[in-house]
């Protein structure tokens, strides 16, 4: 038998709710509080030891360094849509019993339209990753690659950033110094089904099975161009700079158009011939080198992202400072 209705009974839960309401959101924010002072007493007591981060400079730039930079951070954006298709339903259920009339309808939509969203973002994230992704082991292999070309005394270096992008390597030897730019490119199936593989330089352009473009010509111009200027500027002379266009994986002949060269790096390429040359005094390679590595070294280690050494200015959490120069 169901008890009667106790009117000074409800009153009193009414009561009791009332005084729940503050001390539950006291509590359910407690462990975010917990983490944040557990964290900042932890860089408080690292640095109370006073120890100090045994490197005394920054690193060098890896290959795709900035494109593996970009990736990690559109990867990061992946969790938003995510949540968004995934707890959207899950909000519209656990709110289906107390909508009515025009309520309902306003939230239905609110629920469809930010499921939409998120899977436009998702689409949008995996689309531009894959590019990403792409170009990213292209230029990592290609970077791999050319530095073989240090068995030749060539000092090579990688993801060089100046004021219009990135440089993707640059070689400096004794035969001048190269400007790599570095193209990966889907190969196209042809007529029998199997991948087409050969691409050749025409008239400034690059010939694929499947198009024609001189994008990355104009593109490895505008960077030798710079660093040729960059060089001449700091040192007086002008050096010999051509710019180079790497297609990694595809099958091309290694000749020299006019003031560009396509290769497909695999082992230095068909850089080797060039770099063995004696056009540059070994004296002046090394002056060289030394000017494009103080933009190549420009990384800072992660010991110093993180580790609270006692003896660095830090902003307002841990070590947040900028870390690239330009070329």
């Known amino acids: 038998m169901a008890p009667p209705f106790n009117g000074s009974q409800s009153v009193f839960n009414r009561q009791v709710t009332r005084m729940m309401t503050f001390p539950s959101f006291v509590f359910s924010f407690s462990g975010i509080v917990l983490v944040f002072a557990a964290l900042f007493l932890s860089v408080y007591w690292q640095r109370k030891k006073n120890k100090f981060s045994p490197f005394t400079e920054k690193l060098l730039r890896s290959p795709g360094y900035t494109l593996g930079k970009q990736f990690d951070d559109l990867m990061s954006e992946v969790l938003v849509g995510y949540l968004l298709v995934a707890l959207s ?11 009515r009339g025009v309520t309902h309808l306003v939230i239905l939509v609110v629920v469809l339209l930010a499921m939409a969203y998120g899977i436009k ?10 590019k990403l992704r792409l170009g990213l082991d292209g230029e990592v292999y290609t970077g791999q690659e050319l530095n073989f070309l240090m068995r030749k005394g060539a000092w090579v270096y990688h993801d060089i950033p100046y004021q ?6 640059v070689v400096v030897s004794t035969g001048g110094v190269f400007v790599v730019e570095t193209k990966a490119v889907r190969k196209p199936a042809g007529e029998d089904g199997k991948r087409q593989s050969r691409a050749r330089s ?24 710079y660093v040729k200027n ?8 002008n050096y010999p700079v051509t710019a180079v266009v790497a297609l990694p994986g595809w099958y091309v002949t290694a000749e020299k158009q006019n003031d560009w060269l396509l290769i ?14 004696n056009i540059i005094p070994a004296s002046e390679v090394e002056i060289i080198a030394n000017h494009i590595e103080s ?8 010991v110093d992202r993180h580790d609270p050494d006692a003896h660095k200015k830090y902003d ?8 690239d120069n330009k070329l």
């Not at 933009?295 to 992660?302: C, D, E, L």
């Open 202 to 225: 025409i008239n400034g352009k690059i010939q694929f099975p499947h198009l024609t473009t001189d994008g990355p010509v104009k593109q490895a111009r505008l960077h030798a161009g």
């Open 230 to 237: 960059f060089l001449h500027r700091n040192t007086g002379k």
């Open 164 to 169: 219009y992008g990135n440089i993707d390597h």
């Open 316 to 323: 307002f959490w841990l070590n947040r400072r900028h870390e």
């Open 89 to 99: 339903p899950i909000f519209y259920l656990l709110s289906f019993k107390s909508l």
């Open 264 to 277: 497909n790096p695999k082992r230095g390429g068909g850089l080797t011939s060039f770099v063995e040359r």
């Open 121 to 130: 973002k998702l689409v949008f994230i995996f689309a531009e990753a894959n």
């Open 295 to 302: 933009f190549a070294r420009t990384v800072q280690s992660g």
